[in-house]
């Protein structure tokens, strides 16, 4: 909304995502883990928030996906504040897609069944939410570990299951907290080369929290933070 | 894949804790089940004895609230009550629980009054009926032949005297089959209690009606102070024994709902404190709150459930240990019936889901950013 309004020409697509003046404070404010933030991302755009350890970007990442309220300040969904009262888990469900550091799999369950498991207790039938997550992995290059244990895959391939997982119930938006921490550098460059092709192939917009330089430098743009605030915004160097 | 797939890999994480959780809930319904079944079983044994009997009503001492009524000399009230209209015929019954020889379990003794309508139900095996009303003979239903060891022909002791068994039979009520049986007389003979009986049994003729046995009961409470008619029903849950074991497996029921309730509630809330992060994640991944209760319900109850059905077989193993066991062979049979089945597993559902609720509201109130920084 506010780059809408900003950027002026009625052409420009409201971005599907706005920050406004967020803040987010801990321990009655003596944390402040966000302070002020503005910026927005716009539909199909592959954004790096980059930044030291500290400096706020799982908590930034965190109010985007709705899993936490921002303490002031507002955020937008193509044009839509999130509201407290709004259903904020089904809100998850339907538009956002995490992908997590430590990949987060729940190891009793299948590749399979882990890449189900958000359909779980939604009205879908079995078989359909089945075929999808079937060909999902398939498009992750897991089509013959459909039944393995998340104990039983390599670091690359349990995160190419969380991607699987996070695009089961086809969001818009892809939020992923440094997906390539965990990885070798040849499984953190496959897992990115996915990313990049939801955005190339399916026109999914991507944030991606990352320490790592060479990986920001294949963002659209870098977000870089710094003690809650954004330090700079704009095109890699 | 489902949510009850889903809870039940969940409580195979962990398969001591949800054996052990299992295991407790299973052993205090098995004590439910134990002590309920053979508490109305004791009741249904009795019942069964008399109806089978054919006996319409009973008369008794009013206050009177033994396993057996106490004793009361038997002549005038049998007198008054033959004269009442449509009664058949009285007949006069003592009771005793007395040991047979020096090793054997204690047994029931019954005297029935000779030629009287009671013996009329039981079939004879072999041998033959006691001759006359003052033979000293005794009759051994199947189980306390087996019990005692005696046959038709050998003899056996009863305080101090010496009874010829001279026939066994076999009745359709179990007390009765592991009961030892006489005259009224030889009864009144051993026990010393010459003219007494503990209860008359009153059967009315064909034509009476529910109205005719009411008046019957009326006349009773008028005529014959300190004394009452009542149904075998009436005088079973009147039994002191019978109301005992009943209370006694109300407290059992309570104390193992209870305990069910708070196992359940302590295993569900170790294991979601360890899944606070897995529960940061299905929040994540759009799960509802809704979602994520029914989850740790569904996890109690399976665990409540498999606990019930474990401890009703348990329960049912416990059961006939006891009615084997020495002391209470012939004397008690278990009742069960599909009802008894479900409300068991109704009490498991709700110490389940009892237990579980508080879990379950934890979970779902889990900030979902914070559970995922959990640990
Ligand atoms: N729940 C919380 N309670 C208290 N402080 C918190 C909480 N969450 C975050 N913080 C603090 O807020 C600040 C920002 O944390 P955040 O996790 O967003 O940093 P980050 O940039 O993701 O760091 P890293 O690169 O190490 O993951 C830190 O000082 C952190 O200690
Ligand atoms: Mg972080």
Redesign the interface.
């Known amino acids: 909304m506010t780059r809408a309004s900003a950027g002026g020409t009625a052409l420009a697509a409201e971005p599907i995502l706005g920050l406004r003046n967020v803040s987010l404070h801990f321990d009655d404010g003596r944390t402040k883990a966000l302070d002020g933030v503005d910026f927005a991302v716009d539909e199909g755009e592959f954004v790096a928030i980059a930044g030291p350890s500290g400096s706020g970007k799982s908590?930034l990442l965190?109010l985007i996906?709705a899993?936490?309220v921002p303490s002031a300040g507002e955020i937008f969904f193509r044009g839509a504040a999130y509201s407290g009262n709004a259903?904020l888990?089904?809100f998850?469900?339907?538009h956002?897609g995490?992908v997590?550091q430590s990949f987060?799999l729940?190891?009793?369950?299948t590749a399979l069944?882990n890449v189900?498991?958000?359909a779980?207790?939604r009205s879908w039938s079995?078989a359909a939410q089945r075929r999808r997550a079937e060909s999902l992995l398939a498009d992750m290059g897991l089509r013959d570990r459909l039944h393995s244990s998340p104990t039983t895959l390599s670091g690359g391939e349990r995160q190419r299951v969380a991607i699987a997982?996070a695009l089961i119930?086809e969001p818009s938006l892809i939020l992923a907290d440094e997906p390539t921490g965990s990885l070798d550098s040849a499984n953190a460059e496959q897992v990115l080369e996915f990313l990049v092709g939801l955005r190339a192939e399916k026109g999914l917009t991507v944030v991606m929290v990352t320490h790592d330089e060479g990986i920001s430098a294949r963002a659209d743009r870098v977000i870089r933070m710094r003690d809650g605030r954004i330090e700079r915004a704009g095109q890699p160097a | 894949?489902?949510?009850v797939s889903?809870a039940l890999?969940?409580l195979?994480?962990r398969p001591a804790r949800t054996a052990l959780t299992l295991s407790a809930i299973a052993l205090g319904i098995a004590a439910v089940v134990a002590l309920t079944s053979i508490a109305w079983g004791f009741e249904a044994s009795w019942q069964k004895a008399n109806d089978a009997r054919g006996t319409d009503l009973i008369v008794t001492r009013m206050a009177s609230q033994n396993a057996m009524p106490s004793p009361f000399a038997a002549a005038p009230v049998r007198e008054q009550l033959a004269r009442y209209p449509h009664v058949q015929e009285v007949a006069g019954l003592l009771s005793e629980m007395l040991s047979v020889g020096e090793d054997n379990p204690p047994i029931f003794v019954f005297g029935w009054a000779y030629g009287s309508y009671l013996w009329e139900h039981l079939k004879l095996l072999d041998g033959r009926w006691p001759a006359d009303r003052d033979e000293p003979a005794v009759l051994l239903g199947t189980l306390a032949a087996e019990l005692l060891h005696k046959g038709v022909g050998d003899r056996i002791e009863l305080e101090g005297r010496s009874f010829e068994v001279v026939g066994t039979f076999q009745s359709t009520a179990l007390v009765e089959n592991g009961a030892v049986l006489m005259t009224l007389d030889q009864a009144q003979a051993v026990t010393d209690k010459p003219g007494k009986v503990n209860v008359l049994n009153l059967k009315l003729d064909g034509q009476a009606t529910e109205a005719d046995a009411r008046f019957v009961k009326e006349q009773v409470r008028k005529a014959l102070p300190g004394y009452a008619a009542i149904t075998s029903g009436e005088l079973v849950s009147r039994n002191a024994v019978v109301r005992i074991a009943k209370a006694m497996s109300h407290v059992t029921i309570l104390i193992a709902g209870l305990v069910g309730a708070l196992i359940v509630f302590n295993t569900m809330l170790m294991s979601i404190n360890e899944r606070t992060?897995?529960i940061?994640?299905?929040?994540?991944?759009?799960?509802?709150?809704t979602?994520i209760m029914?989850l740790v319900i569904c996890e109690s109850l399976v665990l409540a459930l498999a606990g019930g059905l474990v401890g009703i077989a348990v329960g049912v193993l416990i059961a006939s240990g006891l009615e084997q066991a020495e002391l209470m062979r012939g004397k008690i049979a278990a009742i069960y019936s599909v009802p008894f089945f479900l409300s068991v597993l109704g009490l498991s559902v709700v110490l389940g889901v009892g237990g579980g609720l508080y879990p379950a509201h934890r979970a779902a109130r889990l900030?979902?950013?914070q559970a995922?920084r959990h640990e």
């Open positions: 908590s965190n996906g899993l936490d259903d888990a089904a998850r469900g339907r956002i995490f997590f987060h729940i190891p009793t369950l069944e189900m498991l958000p779980l207790g079995a997982r119930n | 894949m489902n949510l889903f890999g969940n195979r994480r992060r897995e940061g994640v299905l929040q994540a991944l759009g799960w509802r709150r979602t029914q900030s979902p950013a995922l």
